[in-house]
């Protein structure tokens, strides 16, 4: 570890101080004078058509200053999505209007259908019961396939059907990929559902409006991964805002996930209330609210063909999934099944062929979107599903049919759409093998089953793409929006820096690794190097945080700026040491002139910049800040090798997860404590998505698991002790730092391996099962083994 | 929640007082009633909060019996009776999770008589006397399917009285999200009868398996239980387990508890 706390040191995290005891600064910790509170009255019922709805009563209630309905917000727009995907044939897909409050139908259960705004929450709440809404049920669409046959309860009355999109990749191959599979020696065929997941952020959603009469300016304050996208979003699309008249602002955010990418109706209303009432209008979400409003994750149904020969070696692959995407499109939604999905189906093998078919259907459910992962869990978990049970069918051992087909030369690329920069799998592996002791499974399996427990080993490979690039690249690929990152580095009179970045920290430890950089670029204490992210007034245009690209795309933007800063500094060190800037170099916090003991301070160059008597003003402006906009010239591509031990009950179909090691490659590492911190959240994940969650709604669209008593969150007992490794780095060939980013792999590569190991336990215990849908909770694998 | 006074009387003649009008409710721990109060399922006008009242505090032990006041909190049983009926004490000691534990109450979780809630297997497994203000109540006429009980308005427990077994275990099968009982057993045995009392499995409620109960008297082992389970019919299906399973569940969680109990 460096000591002096730069780059590859595990640094505590500053913003721990703050978070731990008690005094971060979360959004509804912000009261402005004079607030009033918005109460959303929520459809209970999944799909009707709206007859009437009778305010009067509520607006006379008690501290009530406005009831809004849809009628109120007739002159603006819908909520709007950011990605169109455009269909096998050429058309674009089918994008119905998502009002800000419900317009005429009601479509899942949580969408709000009138506003209550008043002087207190109390009241806000009282007078939504007084309001009296007539709605006459429609039949409810849930079920996927039912809802794409002929003549289906539509969704959308104003849509041809509720099939959003019917997606190939690559569309080309399609014919090629038919013929491979029906010539190949061996086809090994899954059917797999990846269940619907709520993210559960420890933070609810919250939003405060406010209007500025005096300068007509209005400010939001979100619970939000990127506050510029929901200025952009909400500005130019919802409310018809200029951006110069309007600031977001996201402070400290108890988590992300996913969840909090998206523009959400509330956000729009409390901004537009605020004028409106005239007064602040602050809302915030009640754990139920989060259940049936925040945008959830996953809920794929797929089969997947994966096509071999007789030494197990992959000829081809096809897929065919339905992908929900709830009753709206949800602000990426469309992206999450295609782009980050599909082109990800090679996974970390030479499978030449790949036809990837996914069909969107909109369902009276709430919208699903991108949850951490987002569409290469579902990739990575039929993939390495389907190379587990063929290495089964074939008796080959699940390692070794990995090794066989292992990429091992890069840049590699594959047949759908990416290209692979670095990489070393069989290394990856090695560690794997190591780190999991798989040569004592047969001791442990032995010990276990004079306990009377059944033990399985399972592994897994995965690979995702982070920080999506270049942006004219996801332009062609339907993105409305660009995928650059943003900084400025504001080096300050007496040498300590500010860098104002466009990524946005829920969690990341931004804080704490962000100066990590800055401090070995320059060779100043990190504690010199302050981090401003999360409003719009303060830092450039930027995009936020999700998809595991703040290091990689906003680290990137911030070395750029840096580098900037250092070149200029560097000519004006010349300046003062009477020497050429090319013989300038920068160490330890001091310039020298190679070759002599002449040198500046750091501190007395930036003093210099901003107190310029002895200064090039003829050549150089005063000053030291630059910024910089990163644009990636490609994906990064994080791999990594888990396994894990389970032990099943067979009396009670309990899982428990006794051992699990992750061995991953992110490329070079700022903070590998921040690193293990990130995996182990992730695999808590993975474990909980593989074992426990799952958002369910009844044949009528009632959400049946609405609150904890019903939706399992893993539990500290619930996690094993990990054993994480990142040793077989292969940094990243186009970005400064190498790096490759790491805030996903954890929930991408787990939910397979635990399922692997579950069947192989099952199997080896005599049990003719092959596959158990998630999450395998005790009664599903205690009826599998039942047969 | 809606607005709602709250008393709180020191003496239990005051709260039976205070409860004689039709919308007022007795508060104990509030780990059932104020979670549905802040969900607006539930508005009494008053509530008389009994964590007050001296009446019902405390645990006292008798000859061959325990008392415990109906204000009792888990936690308080845990600890209290970790030596002299661990069975119990364990069994308070996995309710819930500690901020659970030092609220919930022992009378107010009898009271609510929630279908998945461990203290009625201990109270009906236990063969436990239910005292309330006005007169005892053996287990076995006390709980009358889901969150019914024997109690009459204005009715309220005030202590529960456990004779001591000669050997009791409580083993329980944990539903994934609430970790309230998927299939709880309470055995006891007292010389030579066992009672054995399920929670979290059926339909009406806590209920004594007796076919257990008689393959257990002749034979208290695990053993004698061996292939038994209850009817699945009027098990509980949901999305947590089927009938068969917690029907299934219901006599590998007896085993267990014998086996603790008998060992």
Partial sequence: MPADGGIGASTRRREDVRFLTGQGRYTDDINIHNQAHVFFLRSDMAHGRINGIDISAAEKMPGVLKVFTAAD?????????????????????QEPKHPVLAEGFVRHVGEPIAAVVADTLQQARDAAEAIEVDIEALPAVVDMAAALEDGAQKVHEDLKSNL????????????????????????????????????????????IGVHDRADDEYTLYTTSQNPHVIRLLMGAFVLGIPEHKLRVVSPDVGGGFGTKIFHYQEEAFCTFAAKVVNRPVKWRASRSEAFMSDAQGRDHVTKIELALDEEGHFLAIRTSTLANMGAYLSTFAPSVPTWLHGTLMAGNYRTPLIYVNVRAVFTNTVPVDAYRGAGRPEATFQLERVIDKAARELGIDPVEIRRRNFITEFPYETPVALTYDTGDYHATMDKLMELADRDGFEARAAESKKRGRLRGFGVNCYIEACGIAPSNLVGQLGARAGLYESATVRVNATGSVTVMTGSHSHGQGHETAFPQVIASMIGIDPSQV????????????????????????????????????????????????????????????????KGTDKSVAWGDVTLAAYVPHNYPLEDLEPGLEETAFYDPANFTYPAGAYACEVEV????????????????????????????????????????????????????????????????????????????DHSCATPCTHNPLGVKGCGEAGCIGSPPTIVNAVVDALQRAGHDVTHIDMPLTPSRVWAAMQG | MYEVIITRPRTLAEAIDLLGSDESQPLAGGQTLIPTMKQRLAAPETLVSLSGVKELAGITRGDGEITIGATATHAEVARELADSYPALAALAGNI???AVRNRGTIGGSLANNDPAADYPAGALGGNATIITNDREIPADQFFGGMFTTALLEGEIITAVKFPLPDAAAYAKFDQPASRFALAGVFVARFGDVVRVAVTGASEEGVFRWEAAEQALSGDFSAAALDGMKPDAVGMIGDLHGSPEYRAHLVGVMARRAVAVAAG
């Fill in chain 1, 73 to 93: 917000f007739a002159e603006v727009g819908g909520i709007p999505c950011g990605w169109q995907v455009t269909d096998r044939f050429g058309e674009p897909m």
């Fill in chain 1, 164 to 207: 959003c999109y019917d997606w190939g990749f690559v569309e080309e191959n399609r014919d090629a990929v038919d013929e491979a599979i029906r010539k190949a020696p061996h086809v090994t065929t899954l059917e797999l559902v990846n269940q619907r997941l709520v993210a559960n952020p420890v933070e609810p959603r919250v939003a």
């Fill in chain 1, 530 to 593: 302050e981090i401003v992210h999360g409003d719009t007034a303060r830092v450039p245009m930027g995009m936020g945080t999700y998809g595991s690209r703040s290091l990689a795309v906003g680290g990137s933007a911030m070395v750029r700026a840096a580098e900037k800063v250092i070149d200029k500094a560097r000519k004006i060190a010349a300046h003062l040491l009477e020497a050429s800037a090319e013989d300038i170099e920068l160490k330890e916090g001091r310039f020298t002139v």
């Fill in chain 1, 649 to 724: 009950d067979p009396e009670t179909g309990k899982v428990t997860v006794e051992r699990f090691a992750a061995v991953d490659d992110f490329g070079t590492i700022v903070n590998p404590m921040i690193v293990d911190g990130q995996v182990h959240g992730g695999l808590g994940q993975g474990i909980g998505q593989a074992l426990l969650e799952g958002c369910v709604y009844d044949d009528e669209g009632q959400l049946l698991t609405a609150s904890y008593m019903d939706y399992a969150m893993p539990r500290a007992d619930d996690l094993p002790f990990y054993s994480v």
């Fill in chain 2, 96 to 98: 819930g999770d500690p």
